[in-house]
């Protein structure tokens, strides 16, 4: 599970803690073999999929991170 799913999924709050442990996995993965991870390009949520007041709470709780 990804973030292409999120939009897939009416709990929201329990797919991105998948989707979060699972790039968390694949991050640690590339780290041990001594390569530095890049993500990006999170898609936002396909809000055609929920009703109106949802879809505005979910875009409203997208955020972007950056690490160095």
Known sequence: MGTNDLGTWHDTEA???R???N???M???VM???KRPILFNVPHVD???F?????EAIHGKRTTTTHD
């Open 47 to 49: 809000e055609r999929m």
């Open 32 to 34: 041990e073999r001594g």
């Open 15 to 17: 797919a991105s803690r």
């Open 51 to 55: 009703p109106s007041r949802i879809a």
């Open 19 to 21: 989707i979060i442990g």
């Open 23 to 25: 790039l968390e996995q």
């Open 27 to 29: 991050v640690q993965a």
